[in-house]
Structure formats: structure tokens, C-alpha cells
């Protein structure tokens, strides 16, 4: 589809600001997209500080927990941490985890299969883990909505701590403490991830063992390590990195390399990340992904040992392993797009009067139709939802466009489902496989009556329209320092005014299907590189100009350094 570009309004004081805050105009303009006003917060904002974290004391509900736990540390009850199978449970999990082995707990950890079991609590894991002898049960980025497990937590004699930052209903469960940023008014940051939240609560528990808010070297030294870990949960789950999430985010991504634990090495190795600083896009498409695929492809456990008690040959072979799930998942991934594409052309599921898309085939394999559902929301610009068939039952995924909530859209239709839960852009559910045609009826007539026409067609944030010539290596670099970029700091996208062709594009790239270009703006010529984008030679070599929206980056290549173009998007003469 044609993309609207949307322009974000030049800042009047930009250049005055520019003189004040010591940086290009353009960077100035970039901040002040993102919410920056003042010198302050450039400075905070370009150099995030330590002491940008929140005193975890401010974090609802972590103060008693911490006591929990450290009463259990005394008396060397067993605990059992009970985490989520995506990365932040997965990385929330792992630093309690070291924090309580070195505290001298005795401590394990229990995460469901995300197929047979599903997300969050239930009942009969409770079951087991009361008969291994657990005695205290700590969960993290899970449990806020588990009544009814809570309450069987406590007939199983289990004490129960939940740590979680999911949206809350208006009863919560029963239990010794709840660490959540939203249950309680006055904390800051309501966006904290769950590796976030369990953050804190190690914190706070460091404190109260060091019986200071000072703690002592160890837990100093543990608490710094375990911000690469925070890092992953927090860019991993795509919360907005502002206020402390940020402090989180930069640190941890610039402690990576240097980690000290093995399974994290063993993924930068084989993430081909093992000799280079790591950013935001290693961690959303190299990093996180392998994670993810030991809960996807077969079981999350080995995601978090990996990440605990692994040593260094033993950390390898998972890392290996996850990797090649990966593999697999990205080729099995491929499969299921093309065969979603296929389904909803030929059934017309994306015409224009149907404004949201179901789909439901046997053989998918429900770990990865949540990828797929958001390929089929980039391409076709509306909610989706995938349902894998087995027997009797489907599972699903769901994911959405920005203005349309999938968990008030899943609680609209709540009467076809069996079960339900996510946030407003991504959901899950289970339903009878009977129930599928009057689902599918019920949740598009809803996206017919919330959603506009114009609410389906794409649109392209742009921070600036600009000259090429102002993109000299320094600029680009300070653009560059304005990571790592992800939800409410997306990667500065800027615009040009019409430019000249230099020479003939090339169709590069295995099956030739990425644009490799050179533009001339004036005196200033860049070349540029349109990765999936062959389908616009034709009209590039016809018009001979165009505007483009890009991300400017800086390419090395045998030592030499230069300013380049990553485009987006394209603009042709009487297509506007």
C-alpha cells in the first residue's frame, strides 16, 4: 500500500537549542520528537546515569515482598520461581535466580510449555511443585490475574509472591505480597517490564540482606552484572523505552559484551555478536529470537538454563541447539506467511469491506502463528488473527494495528472463547474448533464498527525532512548515540525533498530482491539500499527522481567510512 507520510513539525528553537545543548540542529529535533525540552533532559537523555533508576522502596508492594523472601533465605525454606516463557519471564527468572543462589537459598525454578500448558499459573504445576516441597513460590511476569490458582496455592500450603507487570482486573489474587508498578498509585514508571519488576524486588532483597540501603560488594557486583539481563527483557518485551527503562536499556546493552555469565557469551558467539557493541536491533532480531525459540520450538526451561547454572561447554551446546531452533522456526515461519497470504487472497479476506482477518488451518504449530500474525498485519494493514486446529481445540495468536485494542476486541467476543489474555497489540485465546466460524463472524463485525477506512491505510512517521548534505558523519554518529531505539524512541526516519537518480539501481541480493541505488541532492550524492524493495526499479528507472524516507547510517568497509542511506519508503513524481 501507498504509505502517508507523516511529518513531524519543525521545533522553532532548534537551532538556538542546537548552540545550548551542544548538538546538531537535527539531533535537537530528534529529542524534541521524543518528548526533550530542555538541556537537562538532553544530557539525561543522551547519557543516561545510574542514578536514573527508582529506588526499588517506591515499587508497590516490594518492600514486603523482599521481606517474604528473606524470611524464607533464613529459614531455608525451598523456593521455586515460576516464570513466563518469553524473554522477560526468561531473563526475569535468571537474575532472581543468581541472586538467591548467592544469598545461599535453596532455589529452583518451573516455567509451562507454552503448548500444553499455556501462559501464567495454573493449577496442577502448583500441585507438583507443593509435592517437590516448595514452600515459597515467586513468580515473575505472571500471575496478577490468578485468583483461582492463588487460592489454591494456599490449600497446598504454599506462600505465594507474585511479581508481574501485566494489566490487573479489578480482583486481585489473594497472596503474601504483589509487586506490580500499577496496583498501587505514585510509581513512575507504569511501563516497567517483568525482568523490570523482578529487578527490584533482587534489589530490594540485596538491601535488606546487606541490612543497609548501601548493600555490600557482592550484591553490588551482582546487581551490575544483571542489568544485560534486565536490558533483554525490556527491549525483548517492547515496553517504551523512556525514564528508567532507558537508564536499563542503554547500561545493560553496553555491559553486554563485557557479561560475565557463560550462557550470555554462548549467545553473542553464536549470534555473531561476540566482537561488537550490541544495540537494540541485535537484541530484537538476533538475541531475543533464539531465546524464544526454546519456548516456540520445544521447551523455555533450557532458555533459562542457559542462562543460570550453565558452564561454559554446556552453555555452548545450548546456545548451538537454540540456534538451530531458530533455524527452524525462521524456515517453518516462512512456510506459514506464505500460506496466510495465500488463504486470504484467494478468500478475499483483506478486501474492503472486511477490516480484520481470521484465519484458523490445521498443522500449524501454535508456538509460531503469533510471528506470522504480525507479517500478515504489516502486509495487509489490519488486526489478525491465527488459529492452529488440533483435535477438538484451536490456540491462537493475535496481533494489531495502533488503534485497536485486541484485549477489549477478545473480551467483546469473549462468549466464542474459552480462554483469553494479552495487551491491546498482541492477545492470545483457545477456543473449540466448532466455535471458529461464529468467532471469526463476531471479531471482524467488531472491527467493522471500530475501525474507519482510513484507519487501514499505512502510515510512515518522518522526524525531519532534510538535505543530504547536512548528514555528515558526526551528525549521523550523534543520531546514532540516541539509542538503543525501540517502543516511544523509534529509529530517527527522516525525508528528503525530491533528489536525482546517479546512476542505474541494481537488484542485489540473493534472489535480487533488494534495490541498491545512488541520489543526488544538489552537489551531495549518497547511495542507498532498499532492502525487499526490487519492485520499485521499474518506476525508479522511468521518473528518474524521487523522494525517499530513510534511516541514515554509517557503512565501513575496508577502513574506509561513509554516510548512507537505509530507505524505507518512496515517493515518485504524480504519486503524492
Excluded at 515473575?140 to 485468583?147: F, M
Excluded at 555452548?316 to 506464505?338: F, G, P, S, W
Excluded at 478475499?348 to 509460531?368: C, F, M, N, Q, S
Aim: some cysteine; hydrophobic content about 45%.
Amino acid at each position: 500500500m501507498q504509505k502517508e507520510w507523516i511529518i513531524s513539525p519543525e521545533w522553532p528553537r532548534w537551532q538556538s537549542a542546537a548552540a545550548e545543548w551542544s548538538l546538531p540542529p537535527l539531533v535537537v529535533q530528534l529529542l524534541h520528537n521524543r518528548g526533550v525540552e530542555t538541556a537537562d533532559e538532553a544530557r539525561a537523555f543522551v547519557s543516561p546515569r545510574m542514578d536514573g533508576l527508582l529506588p526499588p522502596e517506591t515499587l508497590p508492594g516490594v518492600s514486603r515482598a523482599a521481606d517474604v523472601v528473606c524470611q524464607a533465605i533464613e529459614r531455608r525454606c525451598k523456593i521455586v520461581l515460576y516464570g513466563d516463557y518469553d524473554v522477560d519471564g526468561i531473563t526475569g527468572v535468571a537474575l532472581l535466580w543468581h541472586l538467591l543462589k548467592l544469598a545461599g537459598a535453596e532455589v529452583s525454578y518451573y516455567v509451562p510449555h507454552r503448548i500444553e500448558e499455556g501462559y501464567g499459573l495454573n493449577s496442577e504445576a502448583l500441585a507438583v511443585i507443593s509435592e517437590q516441597g516448595a514452600e515459597l513460590v515467586v513468580t515473575v511476569d505472571c500471575g496478577i490475574t490468578s485468583v483461582d490458582e492463588a487460592k489454591v496455592a494456599r490449600e497446598k500450603g504454599i506462600t505465594l509472591v507474585i511479581t508481574d507487570h501485566h494489566q490487573p482486573k479489578a480482583e486481585l489474587p489473594q497472596v503474601a505480597a504483589i509487586v506490580h508498578p500499577t496496583v498501587e498509585d505514585g510509581y513512575p514508571n507504569g511501563d516497567l517490564c517483568g525482568a523490570g519488576v523482578a529487578f527490584k524486588l533482587a534489589w530490594m532483597v540485596a538491601q535488606r540482606l546487606s541490612g543497609s540501603d548501601r548493600v555490600l560488594p557482592q550484591y553490588r557486583e551482582f546487581l551490575i552484572n544483571a542489568l544485560p539481563l534486565v536490558a533483554l527483557g525490556t527491549i525483548a518485551d517492547v515496553v517504551p523505552l523512556t525514564s528508567e527503562n532507558r537508564v536499563i536499556a542503554h547500561r545493560g546493552l553496553a555491559l553486554l559484551p563485557q557479561t560475565p555469565l557463560p550462557g550470555l557469551r554462548a549467545l553473542l558467539q553464536v549470534a555473531g555478536l561476540s566482537d561488537s557493541a550490541v544495540d537494540g536491533t541485535d537484541v530484537g532480531f538476533k538475541i531475543a529470537p533464539r531465546l524464544n525459540a526454546a519456548g516456540r520450538m520445544g521447551h523455555a526451561r533450557l532458555a533459562i538454563d542457559l542462562l543460570t547454572w550453565a558452564d561454559e561447554n554446556r552453555a555452548r551446546e545450548i546456545a548451538i541447539y537454540l540456534d538451530e531452533h531458530n533455524n527452524t522456526r525462521q524456515a517453518t515461519q516462512r512456510k506459514y506467511v506464505k500460506q496466510a497470504c495465500e488463504m486470504i487472497d484467494q478468500a478475499g479476506l483483506a478486501d474492503d469491506t472486511r477490516r480484520a482477518i481470521v484465519l484458523a488451518a490445521e498443522g500449524w504449530h501454535a508456538g509460531i502463528i503469533g510471528i506470522v500474525a504480525a507479517r500478515v498485519v504489516e502486509r495487509y494493514h489490519r488486526p489478525a488473527v491465527l488459529i492452529a486446529l488440533e483435535g477438538a481445540m484451536g490456540q491462537g495468536s493475535a496481533r494489531s494495528i495502533p488503534c485497536f485494542a485486541l484485549n477489549e476486541a477478545l473480551e467483546n467476543c469473549a462468549e466464542f472463547l474459552v480462554s483469553h489474555g494479552g495487551h491491546a497489540m498482541a492477545a492470545g485465546l483457545r477456543i473449540e474448533r466448532e466455535l471458529v466460524p461464529e468467532f471469526s463472524e463476531a471479531f471482524v463485525r467488531y472491527a467493522g464498527n471500530v475501525l474507519s477506512g482510513t484507519a487501514l491505510l499505512p502510515r510512515l512517521k518522518i522526524d525531519a525532512v532534510v538535505d543530504l548534505p547536512i548528514l555528515d558523519e558526526r551528525t549521523v554518529r550523534a543520531i546514532q548515540a540516541l539509542g538503543p531505539f525501540g517502543q516511544a524512541n523509534p529509529k530517527p526516519v527522516l525525508a528528503t525533498e525530491w533528489l536525482e537518480l546517479v546512476e542505474e539501481p541494481r537488484c542485489v541480493g540473493s534472489s535480487g530482491q533488494h534495490l541498491q541505488l545512488s541520489l543526488r541532492d544538489g552537489g551531495a550524492v549518497m547511495r542507498g539500499i532498499a532492502f525487499g524493495a526490487a519492485d520499485k526499479n521499474e518506476a525508479l528507472r522511468e521518473h528518474r527522481r524521487c523522494r525517499v524516507a530513510f534511516e541514515p547510517v554509517i557503512n565501513e568497509f575496508r577502513g574506509v567510512r561513509r554516510v548512507e542511506m537505509q530507505v524505507i519508503d518512496f515517493k515518485f513524481p504524480g504519486g503524492e
